[in-house]
């Protein structure tokens, strides 16, 4: 069983930086996709970036590639998300989820039903 806890998140001004963290526990994330996923008020969950543990693969939202940067640390079990600049529409609650022996394609990783372990989620708030 894997536990999942996000970090990171809080009131942050537009054009700052953000790196919000995600902590596994309870199992080796080997065979693994771990996603971030945010919620906006009002609006349904969308996908952001997807990180394949093994390897290194990584997946992201048009809407922020270029902006946002997924990573992970191996010895730490931890997934990053970060952004050098923050926009007002990044406001939204950010969750990290994981997903077991998923073919590892961006039609997958982006379908939040492929994953099966999810985090409390984090409040990033992005005042302009």
């Known amino acids: 069983q894997v536990q999942l806890v996000e970090s990171g998140g809080g009131l942050v001004q537009a054009g700052g930086p953000l790196r919000l963290s995600c902590a596994a526990s309870g199992g080796t994330l080997s065979n693994f996709h771990v996603g971030w996923f945010r919620q906006a008020p009002g609006k349904e969950r969308e996908f952001v970036a997807a990180i394949r543990w093994s390897g290194g693969n990584t997946y992201y939202e048009d809407s922020v590639k270029g902006r946002f940067t997924i990573s992970r640390d191996t010895a730490k079990n931890t997934v990053y998300l970060q952004t050098s600049s923050v926009k007002p529409e990044d406001t939204a609650v950010y969750y990290c989820?994981?997903?077991?022996?998923?073919?590892?394609?961006?039609?997958?990783?982006?379908?939040?039903?492929?994953?099966?372990?999810w985090g409390q989620g984090t409040q990033v708030t992005v005042s302009s």
């Open positions: 989820a994981a997903a077991a022996a998923i073919y590892d394609s961006g039609y997958y990783v982006r379908r939040s039903m492929s994953y099966t372990y």
